[in-house]
T-cell receptor, first 111, second 115 residues
Framework: AQTVTQSQPEMSVQEAETVTLSCTYD???????LFWYKQPPSRQMILVIR??????QNATENRFSVNFQKAAKSFSLKISDSQLGDTAMYFC????????FGAGTRLTVKP | NAGVTQTPKFQVLKTGQSMTLQCAQD?????MSWYRQDPGMGLRLIHY???????DQGEVPNGYNVSRSTTEDFPLRLLSAAPSQTSVYFC??????????????FGAGSRLTVL
């Protein structure tokens, strides 16, 4: 079974700065999908960004971008110009036949 | 559109009681799934379904039953609740598109406490 590891339980960043959240995964599959989800205090799960494994180009959504290293099985999330509203739990997820999540990183953006 | 609706939002049970968490979606999604979220462990997959009449086990299926009699509904049953099942439960659904990334739509979650 695929496993997803987020090695940073908590992180903090100053407003307007850049922060990178780490994610590694283990799989023998060649075609799959990777996601980052955000969970604010409201508990709602919100999709941040997704990446298809067959695409070499890193996905970007406004201030959010990923560094996808397929050979290293690494999928980090970079948040640029951090905003107070980015404070949340962030989950990395791997999807093949079903979706598996990492344990999450709690990000705090400080004013 | 209502999206994914979970009921109840909160529930307190005594050990040994049974209950059903309801999940309904109005998007005609083929795929539905249940996760539990515990501190420090992220979301763990309990059961999932790729269509009416089809269910399969995830990472942590013990103590839970599911059925999928319609496309819209995917209830999660706890037959004899245990304190270890105290958690927040999320239902999620998506289309199944061959070769495509199936983005999950999540419900708002149900907080269950077993005393």
């Amino acid at each position: 079974a695929q496993t997803v590891t987020q090695s940073q339980p908590e992180m903090s960043v100053q407003e307007a700065e850049t922060v990178t959240l780490s994610c590694t995964y283990d799989t023998s599959e060649n075609n799959y999908y990777l996601f980052w989800y955000k969970q604010p205090p409201s508990r709602q799960m919100i999709l941040v960004i997704r990446q298809e494994a067959y695409k070499q180009q890193n996905a970007t959504e406004n201030r959010f971008s990923v560094n996808f290293q397929k050979a290293a099985k690494s999928f980090s999330l970079k948040i640029s110009d951090s905003q107070l509203g980015d404070t949340a739990m962030y989950f990395c997820a791997f999807m093949k036949d079903d979706m598996r999540f990492g344990a999450g990183t709690r990000l705090t953006v400080k004013p | 559109n209502a999206g994914v609706t979970q009921t109840p939002k909160f529930q307190v049970l005594k050990t040994g009681q049974s209950m059903t968490l309801q999940c309904a979606q109005d998007m005609n999604h083929e795929y539905m799934s249940w996760y539990r979220q515990d501190p420090g462990m992220g979301l763990r997959l309990i059961h999932y379904s790729v269509g009416a009449g089809i269910t399969d086990q995830g990472e942590v299926p013990n103590g839970y039953n599911v059925s999928r009699s319609t496309t819209e509904d995917f209830p999660l049953r706890l037959l004899s609740a245990a304190p270890s099942q105290t958690s927040v439960y999320f239902c999620a659904s998506s289309y199944i598109s061959p070769g495509g990334a199936n983005v999950l739509t999540f419900g708002a979650g149900s907080r269950l406490t077993v005393l």
